[in-house]
């Protein structure tokens, strides 16, 4: 028996399902789960020994390639002092500086330690700055595991959703509308009808958690201009495409202002930091300014922001998200195009440093058409590649993630590997 299996087997009689976020069980791609000993740039390497080239990226974290000897100096170096104080510390301030001075929509912030702490605190303080309770989020936009954001579209397009968890109360997401993420119209309707009962729309500006669905032109616009128009707040989750897709998220790349932004991920360069922040006037009526309260014990430990505030650092180096988003194309576009000559519906799509790769034709532009790709052929493409040592992220509604450290011959070495398996489709 592989030792992966083992230790799986092992995990299973101590921890629900094996492990301690529900996509690392592999469930929708079968078999089990690689355990990772340890980490290098592009690689992991599992329990067996064996290597793998790394597309899964801690899922968006490892934007420098795994255990950059920068972060990992700081963080020993943050650790000698203490891991954790309870009362302000310098390095926050120097964190909150580098994330407002990169992002202007940002002009104050506070530090969680999740996205979905985050999302969560970002919301509340949504309806507390508004008087509103109703928010509008959309169909395949994951912000995290707050109760009023598990939920899915019910039957009709202004009808309430259904959880999406049990042990969700209907009652508490009864004020969470879920809408067709690129279907501006569906937006505008709602506003119609709820207009002035609506604190705000949370959105993937790049949407990362069905594949990878970009915005299609004057949706973020449209957005934009409905939540000014009826006073709501506009709230980018930037979770996954902050500092990934562009140094400034997507907002920086489509030149739209949020209100409100989360951040998590890239900002913990692998440790765990979180944050929302925007308007300074916004912010303003979080505790203890304001009535509106948010607090954590690890909020702004000095061990994660040493890795956070180091991994910013190291981002800022001229021609960084050039390269990065050179080495996602190179992947994107090769991988589709092998597919392709192999005879696989297969298409590609990336933005800096993230890409969907979809079993279907043409790239997606909604949660119906991405739920159209072929999951049965995604699921033998992911084993065929896991076995020639490359992981990619196990689930076909995952977008995928490239680092600094994934150079030419790395992504040339799983291209060719892809050829192989595309042939035996
Ligand atoms: N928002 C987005 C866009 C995400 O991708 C995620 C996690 N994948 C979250 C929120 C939740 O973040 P976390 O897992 O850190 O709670």
């Not at 790049?206 to 990878?212: D, E, F, Q």
């Not at 576009?333 to 990336?350: I, K, N, P, W």
């Amino acid at each position: 028996m592989s030792r992966n299996t083992e230790l799986f087997d092992r995990a299973c009689r101590t921890i629900p399902g094996g492990v301690n976020s529900p996509v690392r069980a592999f469930r929708s791609v079968g078999g089990s789960p690689r355990f990772i000993k340890r980490a290098q740039g592009p690689y992991v390497w599992d329990a067996d020994g064996q290597r793998y080239i790394d597309y899964v990226g801690s899922w968006g974290p490892a934007i420098l390639g795994h255990a950059h000897p920068e972060v990992i100096r700081a963080v020993q170096e943050a650790a000698v002092d203490g891991l954790s104080f309870g009362a302000p510390t310098e390095a926050e301030i120097e964190i909150a500086e580098a994330i407002a001075a990169r992002i202007p929509s940002i002009e104050k912030l506070r530090l969680v330690s999740s996205g979905t702490e985050a999302t969560m605190s970002a919301i509340r303080l949504a309806r507390g700055y508004t008087g509103r309770s109703r928010i509008v989020k959309f169909e395949g936009c994951y912000h995290g595991h707050a109760d009023s954001l598990l939920v899915k579209a019910g039957s009709g397009m202004l009808t309430f959703g259904n959880p999406t968890s049990s042990g969700v109360p209907v009652e508490f997401i009864q004020h969470t509308l879920v809408l067709d993420y690129n279907k501006l119209e569906a937006v505008e309707a709602a506003f119609k009808e709820y207009g002035a009962e609506i604190a705000c729309v949370i959105v993937e500006p790049v949407a990362g958690n069905m594949n990878l669905v970009k915005p299609l032109p004057g949706f973020l616009e449209g957005l934009r201009a409905l939540c000014t128009q009826y006073g709501a707040l506009l709230i980018f989750d930037e979770v996954m495409t902050g500092f990934r897709a562009g140094p400034q998220g997507v907002q920086g790349l489509m030149g739209i202002t949020p209100d409100l932004t989360t951040l998590a991920k890239v900002i913990g360069g692998g440790m765990p930091v979180g944050a929302f922040g925007g308007r300074a006037d916004i912010m303003e009526h979080i505790a203890p300014l304001g009535g509106v309260y948010q607090a954590g014990t690890l909020s702004g430990n000095p061990v994660a922001v040493a890795a956070g505030l180091t991994t910013l650092k190291l981002l800022a180096e001229p021609g960084f998200y050039e390269r990065l988003s050179e080495q996602t194309r190179k992947l994107a576009e090769g991988l589709a195009e092998r597919g392709r000559a192999a005879g696989v519906a297969v298409s590609g799509d990336y933005v800096g440093g993230m890409f969907g790769l979809y079993f279907r034709d043409a790239i997606p532009t909604t949660f119906d058409e991405m739920s159209e790709c072929n999951i049965e052929l995604f699921k033998r493409f992911f084993h065929g590649m896991l076995i020639r040592g490359v992981h990619f992220a196990p689930s076909a509604f995952e977008a995928g993630f490239v680092s600094a450290a994934h150079d030419d011959a790395v992504i040339a070495e799983t291209l060719a590997i892809a050829e192989e398996v595309f042939a035996k489709l």
